[in-house]
């Protein structure tokens, strides 16, 4: 659809979701999503009569900081004047770790990409692999024709079907140790390609974003084993102590 007042609202707002992707079970590969709203104000900045905090200073700041962390995408949007905003990280074997977006993508349509592993069908993402476009940001006006994308199942399936027209991306794919990492910035299909000035924008930001989804991604993934060893020991029928060594 065409941007509306009700479409800008949206990009505006403060509503951010995060997705975490977790193990149905223990025995099980298959992911769910959990979807948790988090209804705060994004931390607003001294703009007037104080320094202006710096979006790497922010991208540090939310290595700890949880809401900080969710209002990235929204302060990475407003950079170069677009709609919406999604990082994601993945494990090595490409299963969805957790994703964090600025609020404007819709809860079912959330769920219909993580439950149905929408990411994996993303043409974008195919040319960075095949191109070898690790770490750098991209228009993917370069990458791939506006009627390849159309005819897309990302479009088609994941997208179009919840109302979406989301067609002009600034991207990142970034590897690591861990994984890999994927930051997009989206606008709509009647709107403007980014343009290279606003990519060069973006660039600078890759290498700390790529250090924050990292971290990130190995906390998280922490967690989830700390999660399932509680589980476990929750199942076990005897008491369990657990003691010091020392």
């Known amino acids: 659809p065409p941007q509306t007042p009700w479409r ?9 979701r995060i ?10 590969r298959v992911a769910r999503a ?13 703009w007037v009569g104080g320094p202006r905090v710096s979006i790497v200073d922010e991208i540090y700041e939310a290595l700890t900081d949880d809401e900080v962390f969710a209002a990235l995408p929204a302060r990475l949007a407003r950079l170069v004047d677009a709609r919406s905003c999604m990082l994601q990280a993945f494990a090595p074997d490409g299963e ?9 993508f819709p809860g079912d349509g959330l769920a219909f990409y993580a439950e149905n592993e929408m990411y994996r069908h993303d043409p974008w993402r ?3 692999e095949r191109r070898n476009l690790w770490n750098r940001a991209f228009s ?29 991306w600034l991207a990142s794919g970034m590897t690591h140790s861990a994984g890999r990492d994927e930051m ?12 290279e000035a606003e990519v060069a924008v973006i660039q600078p930001v890759i290498p700390h974003l ?8 190995r906390l998280h993934e922490a967690g989830l084993r700390q999660m399932t060893a509680e589980r476990v020991l929750d199942a076990l029928p005897q008491a369990v102590l657990v003691v010091d060594v020392s």
């Open 8 to 16: 800008e609202a949206c990009r505006r707002r403060s509503t951010t």
């Open 19 to 28: 997705i975490n992707f977790v193990e149905a079970s223990p025995n099980s």
């Open 34 to 46: 959990r979807l948790n709203s988090v209804s705060r104000r994004a931390k607003l900045r001294p």
């Open 96 to 104: 969805l770790l957790f994703a964090v977006e600025n609020g404007y």
């Open 126 to 128: 195919e040319q960075v």
């Open 140 to 168: 993917s006006g370069t990458l791939i024709h506006p009627e390849a994308y159309k005819r897309s199942i990302l479009y088609n399936e994941g997208l179009r079907r919840f109302g979406d027209d989301t067609a002009h």
């Open 184 to 195: 997009g910035i989206h606008r709509g299909m009647t709107a403007e390609t980014f343009s």
């Open 210 to 217: 790529r250090r924050l989804l990292t971290v990130r991604a």
